[in-house]
């Protein structure tokens, strides 16, 4: 490392794990360093399926002393998880109970009652957001009646509760936000039609300071007491569309992961009858740009199956998917039956009308149906803007899956880019170098950066 490189830390986590990353900036160049992984999943509590939270905590604070341990001139660190998922703190800041997963069914019965009080209409007008039963909208209608809600004097998504207990400062990032359905999408304010009474802190954009570690944290980790924490695209595919090697404008992306986001970058929302008939969603990202896109499902059916076949191997299974030939069923990755946890080869089997007899057959389907929704949506979306697209970026997790990518490129007829694998936290490292002078101002400096420097894999449709 040279005398010039500064040092920061990235929190990451997804539904399914997550790490503790040092960034290295030095120059041009960024080097990640995993210095603690964890798992992460949902656990049935109460009567709901809930997160681990405070579990969840101590293992970042055991990230941090790693961190601190092999880097110790850490200048900041930054915090992203996956959205529309929060906690409730009483007024003295006691967590009061562990945060509901979006996985849970507690929103089935209250999607109607909210768009009695706001038509589908109305919301998209405002919020821009795709229909799902599980966003922050929904869910909060749902924790009304409970018995915590009089209890709450705020609510926190979860990378700002990981950020107010390390720094004690509550703020609320506004990529994740931007995912609540509570915000208005064009003034990236709060919606006081939609979120008059939530207590949410006030809005803080990527770049910004949160604070400084406290006290009790410098102690349990080491960290140099000048640490800050920045905040970042503290939703997770914020940070990745960050990350991707994009040498001009004409691209699409997937963040390939237990959930995949498909589309397009935008500098302001699209609001159409037309986007919010095919059900796509105007997100925040970095810079004030847009993330127009669709959740799509993603590698949570896979990663589910795998959990079913626990004594199989992983590598002959892809192996053996790879080697059947084409054609073969597909299913609706996005079908809600899908979305709780449980025997997913069952449910795809079913879905497939009994087509699928041996878990190789499963793979393949599940990667043949993530391809087919991929080119789908990418043809959407420059439909709906009317902006052309050479290359699809594929980023995160499924950017490993050489099956996969290369369906996709065939499917959408478009070269396909595979990689970062770690989008998520080195957009979340550059991010913070940049509101600490270490990196280039515009994301299109960034982006041109990591494609020159970053080991990026290229399929051609067939």
């Known amino acids: 490392m040279s005398p010039v490189a500064r040092v920061f830390g990235a929190v990451d986590i997804g539904a399914s794990g997550g790490r503790v990353v040092a960034g290295v900036v030095d120059g041009g160049r960024t080097t990640l360093h995993v210095v603690h992984r964890f798992p992460n999943g949902v656990v049935s ?75 589908p209409e109305r919301l998209y007008a405002i919020n821009g957001l795709q229909f799902l039963p599980f966003t922050t909208l929904y869910q909060l209608e749902a924790e009304r009646s409970s018995p915590l809600w009089d209890k709450a004097a705020h609510v926190v998504l979860l990378p700002d509760l990981l950020a107010y207990w390390l720094t004690g400062e509550l703020r609320t990032e506004i990529t994740n936000a931007s995912t609540t359905g509570l915000l208005d999408v064009r003034t990236r304010t709060w919606a006081s039609e939609l979120a008059g009474g939530v207590p949410f802190p006030p809005l803080q954009e990527p770049g910004e300071v949160r604070g400084l570690l406290r006290r009790e944290v410098l102690a349990a980790t080491g960290l140099p007491s000048t640490t800050l924490v920045t905040s970042v695209g503290s939703h997770d595919t914020a940070s990745a569309v960050v990350a991707l090697p994009a040498d001009g404008p004409r691209f699409a992306y997937v963040s390939s992961g237990t959930w995949s986001l498909a589309g397009v970058e935008r500098p302001s929302p699209v609001l159409t009858s037309q986007a919010r008939q095919v059900n796509f969603t105007n997100e925040g990202g970095v810079d004030g740009r847009t ?91 420059t439909r709906l803007t009317g902006q052309d697209v050479d290359v699809i970026h594929i980023v995160g997790g499924g950017s490993r899956n050489d099956l996969l990518c290369r369906l996709t ?11 970062p694998v770690e989008a998520t936290a080195l957009g979340n490292i550059l991010i ?17 950066a990591l494609a020159a420097t970053e080991q990026i894999r290229h399929y051609h449709p067939a």
């Open 45 to 119: 509590l109460d009567g709901h399926l809930r997160w681990d939270f405070s579990g969840l905590y101590r293992e970042v604070l055991t990230g941090l002393r790693a961190l601190a341990a092999g880097f110790p001139d850490v200048v900041s660190i930054g915090i992203d998880t996956w959205a529309v998922d929060y906690g409730l703190l009483a007024e003295d800041g006691t967590l009061l109970a562990e945060p509901v997963s979006y996985r849970d069914g507690r929103t089935a019965d209250v999607v109607a009652r909210v768009h009695e009080r706001v038509s």
């Open 291 to 381: 993330r127009f896109l669709r959740n799509v499902g993603g590698l949570w059916l896979l990663q589910e199956s795998l959990r079913e076949w626990a004594t199989l191997d992983t590598s002959d299974l892809l192996a053996q998917a790879e080697a059947l030939p084409a054609g073969g069923p597909t299913v609706d990755v996005d079908d809600p039956a899908f979305i709780a946890p449980g025997d997913m080869p069952q449910r795809i089997a079913s879905a497939a009308s009994g087509a699928l007899h041996t878990p190789a057959e499963t793979v393949r389907c599940i990667l043949d149906s993530l391809a087919v929704a991929y080119a789908r949506t990418v043809d959407q979306a």
């Open 409 to 419: 490129a065939n499917l959408s007829g478009r070269h396909v880019t595979a990689g």
């Open 432 to 448: 913070q170098a940049r509101a600490h002078s270490a990196a280039p101002e515009s994301l299109e400096d960034l982006r041109a």
